[in-house]
């Protein structure tokens, strides 16, 4: 059974800190892996995607891939009451029959 | 604002009802798709279509029914749905469905809230 694994939190900071979320996958052939905002009461936005191994930063946003410890996370610098939502991490296996599989979303409050 | 639009947005509706859920985009793209968002539950594929032709069927029971006319264009045709049918149902579109992005590049509507009595 292909899984995606988020702590469901609430994870809580306080405002100006850094978020840190993560998320692993057990299929090893996954070939991309996406990171997705779910504000209450609204549906998924897409934050930023990583295919490499390291770290891949957009503004106050960092995605950081380790494929041998099938571990990826999003790193959110300065965190600001407005980043409070639900974290989800997809990932993208490869092959043709590629799938997207989802994690159940981490919950984070950013105190202010 | 976003370049994929549903409706409607809230939706009750009765076993024995008919009702059909739908979709549009304008954002140029080549997939579409829908997605059953439950509480406590990952977001589960329902259908595939690229360029129109439907791609998957994830299992899902035919009191779904799926219709893609043109790419700009998806519905969802719901009829003798059951109480757990009852969940967000969220339409989104991709530039495509290769490539590293591929189908993990998802642009979602604002969802239809489906509550089935």
């Known amino acids: 059974q292909k899984e995606v694994e988020q702590n469901s939190g609430p994870l809580s900071v306080p405002e100006g800190a850094i978020a840190s979320l993560n998320c692993t996958y057990s299929?090893?052939?996954?070939?991309?892996f996406f990171w997705y905002r779910q504000y209450s009461g609204k549906s998924p936005e897409l934050i930023m995607f990583?295919?490499s191994n390291g770290d891949k930063e957009d503004g106050r946003f960092t995605a950081q891939l380790n494929k041998a410890s099938q571990y990826v996370s999003l790193l959110i610098r300065d965190s600001q009451p407005s980043d409070s939502a639900t974290y989800l991490c997809?990932?993208?296996?490869?092959?043709?029959?590629?799938?997207?599989?989802w994690g159940l979303g981490t919950s984070l409050g950013v105190n202010p | 604002e976003t370049g994929v639009t549903q409706t409607p947005r809230h939706l009750v509706m009765g076993m024995t009802n008919k009702k059909s859920l739908k979709c549009e985009q304008h954002?140029?793209?080549?997939?579409m798709y829908w997605y059953k968002q439950s509480a406590k539950k990952p977001l589960e594929l329902m259908f595939v279509?690229?360029?129109?032709?439907?791609?998957e069927n994830n299992s899902v029971p035919s009191r779904f029914s799926p219709e893609c006319p043109n790419s700009s264009h998806l519905f969802l045709h719901l009829h003798t749905l059951q109480p757990e049918d009852s969940a967000l149902y969220l339409c989104?579109?991709?530039?495509?469905?290769?490539?590293?992005?591929?189908?993990?590049?998802?642009?979602f509507g604002e969802g239809s809230r489906l509550t089935v009595l």
């Open positions: 279509y690229n360029f129109k032709e439907q791609t």
């Open positions: 954002l140029g793209h080549n997939a």
């Open positions: 997809a990932v993208l296996n490869a092959g043709n029959n590629r799938k997207l599989i």
């Open positions: 299929d090893r052939g996954s070939q991309s």
């Open positions: 990583i295919y």
């Open positions: 989104a579109s991709s530039p495509g469905n290769s490539g590293l992005a591929g189908a993990g590049e998802l642009f």
